[in-house]
Every structure is written in structure tokens, then in C-alpha cells.
């Protein structure tokens, strides 16, 4: 398994229930694992409101929280089950939300309520907005302690999860791979990457063509300052706009203590460039020499622009924070972290929507797994491990 973030790991666990005599190595590229999506993420538990019905993201979603709660709850892993609230702040957003709560219903999940403004704000009472629709199964989990956790359960069960193993080379032989590493080289009867930010390169060294690229989106965060944090009680989010591929910056609370505002969405110069100072040059070129990313540019120039000047103006940020939380001040903001988020792009410049699993007869690519592939990364582990288990045994 390439990748030793959630979904790497979470596969590799399940594979080893799956096939028990199967000997798994997961080979990351980091000093430990989980540096990159897994950590910096906002550490939200998403239950499948917001995706198409029927598509394996909306499936997963379902399948994947409660899932992801039950190991939470058996290995002793910090998370709740708080519910979030999504707000229309004006008239124009209520049939959006409206459209919302069907999708969420469509998808399965239980419990969710529409609220007035009176109701709305006995639960969050700073909010602005003339409509909620509260979803109580949506919670928040250190994602870290999750990764940590699956390495510690491989450990047990006799499996290797090999860190600062960067895949540089990918060879055929007898039917099976050799995974060149700096240190090592590594043989194995079937590959299985979870290269996150790197996924289609890793396909590529395997010899595949995927028509889809990674496209780099930093999403980055502010901090409330404690003094001013009473004005989030749990998870707020907007109404997101169909036209627009993010779903706009929301505050969530933090697992260990403290309030985060955001992400925004601006392309990030380097495929781990979590500033806007971090630059990598073969990132850069790949993504400015992809056509889709200029169509996709040339579809919202208004969303890219706004997104770009948000990233470098505090006070647009706080503007847009304001549409939901009013009392919120720039001063209340302090720097948070980043994230980038892998996202692939077809040619035509359409965000791939839905999870992406490429199989061959002795490999399998993920060359699409962006958010919710953190809380659906049990579920998404059990699915490539029925595929592969199968392949394997025939069956």
C-alpha cells in the first residue's frame, strides 16, 4: 500500500481482516504518518448531506461516519457526535437548503431537523440567518489519534507500515511489483496506492494514463481568540452554492479545545504548500500545463478571484465569516493552520465529484479521494479490500 495517511492505513487494516494470510506493507514517504490530508484537515466527522445520491462519495459518507464513530468508541479515540447547523442567511438560500434536506434524507441520514430563526439560535445563539436545517450525526475526531491508532493495530497483526519510503520507481515483475525506496526495495504480489496529493504520479510510474490530474487547493484557516470563542457552540455552515465546487467557509469547534474559521480555496503553488510562500517548481508546471485548470478558470474567474483576494485580504475574510456569525470582529482572528486538499480535475476542467477507483488484475489507484475520504476512510478501506480479496482468492 502506497500512503501511509487515513486511507492507506485504513485499507491496509482492512485488508488484513480480509485476507488474513496476506503479509501488508504500507510504505509512506514521511518520518510518520498522517502529515499531510489526514493532519490538516478540520477534523469534521461529514455524515453524506451534501453529496449526489446514488454516487459511492454519498454511500461511503453514511457507511464511513458510523463506522468511524464505532472505532472511535472501541479504541478510546477523542470525538463527539455534536450535530452542526447549515444556515440560510437570506430568502434567496432558503430553497437551496430546502434542496439540502432532501439530499440528506435521499442519502439516508436520520434526524434532521429544519429550524426557524428563534430555534436556530437557542442552539447557536450569534447566528445570523433566517433558516437551519440542524444535522445531529455530524460530529468532530482527531484524525491524527485515528492514523496513529491503525498503525498500532498493523503493528499487532504482524504487518509493516514503513516511514521515509518515498515510492521513486514502481517495476513489473512476475506478475507482482518491486516499490524502489531510497532505503529499500519492496516486492509484493499487488499495489495498492493511496498516493493522496501524489496519486496520479504514483499511477503514472505503474504505467497508467490518467486523463485526470491533482490539482493542489490550499484551504486556509483562522483561529477565534479564546476570549471570543462563546460565540460558536458547535459546527456553522452556509448554504453552499451549486454553482460553485467549495462549500464556503464555516466555523467549526476543535476536538482538543478552540474555534476554526474557514477554509477559503486558492490553488496552491506547491502540491504540499501549505503557505503562500511555498513554491515547487514541477508542481507548478503541472498544474499551469494541465488545459482543464484553465478551463475551470475560464468557467469561475469571479469564485478564483475572490477566493485569491480573500486569501490575502483578513478583512474580506471576515466579511464573509460575518454573513453568519455578525458580532464576529477582525481582531477576534488570529492565524490558524492550512491544508491543501487533493482534488482531481478532468480535462474539460470539472472537479472529479465522486471517489475514483482505477483497478487492474495486481493494482488498484485511488486517483480521486478528496473530503469526506477522512471519515469515509473505513468504509473506502472495506470497499477496496472486498475488490482486492477478491481478485486474489478468485472470488
Known amino acids: 500500500v502506497i500512503g ?104 439516508g441520514l436520520k434526524g434532521l431537523q429544519w429550524l426557524g430563526p428563534e430555534a436556530m439560535r437557542e442552539i447557536e445563539p450569534h447566528v445570523a440567518g433566517v433558516a437551519a436545517l440542524r444535522v445531529p450525526q455530524e460530529g468532530i475526531v482527531d484524525f491524527p489519534e485515528v492514523a496513529r491508532t491503525m498503525v498500532r493495530l498493523l503493528d499487532e497483526s504482524g504487518h509493516l507500515v514503513v516511514c521515509n519510503a518515498e515510492v521513486i520507481q514502481l517495476r513489473p515483475v512476475n506478475g507482482g511489483w518491486v516499490a524502489m525506496t531510497p532505503a529499500n526495495e519492496y516486492e509484493a504480489d499487488f499495489l495498492i496506492n493511496c498516493g493522496g496529493l501524489h496519486c496520479d504520479r504514483i499511477s503514472r510510474l505503474a504505467g497508467e494514463k490518467p486523463e485526470t490530474r491533482i490539482i493542489p487547493f490550499r484551504g486556509e484557516y483562522f483561529e477565534i481568540k479564546p476570549e471570543r470563542q462563546h460565540l460558536v457552540n458547535h459546527l456553522i455552515y452556509p448554504t453552499p452554492d451549486p454553482k460553485f465546487p467549495f462549500l464556503g467557509v464555516h466555523y467549526t469547534r476543535m476536538i482538543h479545545g478552540g474555534i476554526e474559521a474557514g477554509p477559503n480555496a486558492v490553488l496552491a503553488f506547491a502540491r504540499e504548500g501549505y503557505k503562500l510562500s511555498d513554491i515547487e517548481p514541477m508542481d507548478l508546471f503541472d498544474a499551469l500545463t494541465f488545459p482543464g485548470l484553465w478551463k475551470f478558470l475560464a468557467k469561475h474567474p469571479s469564485l478564483a478571484l475572490h477566493e485569491l483576494l480573500r486569501s490575502m485580504s483578513k478583512t474580506l475574510f471576515t466579511k464573509t465569516l460575518q454573513r453568519l456569525v455578525p458580532e464576529i470582529q477582525s481582531d477576534d482572528l488570529i492565524p490558524g ?55 486474489m482468492t478468485g472470488h
Open 4 to 107: 501511509g495517511g487515513i486511507v492507506g492505513l485504513a485499507t491496509a487494516l482492512k485488508l488484513s481482516r480480509a485476507c488474513p494470510r496476506a503479509r501488508i506493507t504500507v510504505l509512506e514517504k514521511e518520518p510518520g504518518v498522517g502529515r499531510h490530508q489526514t493532519g490538516n484537515n478540520s477534523g469534521v466527522l461529514h455524515c453524506g448531506l451534501y453529496y449526489q445520491p446514488g454516487s459511492v462519495k454519498a454511500r461511503m459518507a453514511v457507511e464511513g461516519i458510523e463506522e468511524m464513530v464505532r472505532f472511535c468508541g472501541d479504541h478510546g479515540i477523542a470525538h463527539e457526535v455534536c450535530g452542526k447547523i447549515v444556515v440560510a442567511v437570506d430568502q434567496v438560500e432558503v430553497p437551496r437548503l430546502k434542496n439540502l434536506q432532501q439530499r440528506g434524507r435521499d442519502n
Open 337 to 391: 493552520g492550512a491544508g491543501v486538499r487533493a482534488q482531481a480535475m478532468s480535462l474539460e476542467g470539472e472537479l472529479v465529484q465522486d471517489f475514483a477507483l482505477l483497478e487492474r488484475p495486481n493494482a488498484l489507484h485511488v486517483l480521486n479521494a478528496p473530503s469526506p475520504a477522512a471519515t469515509a476512510s473505513l468504509a473506502i478501506g472495506g470497499e477496496i479490500a472486498r475488490r482486492v480479496s477478491a481478485r
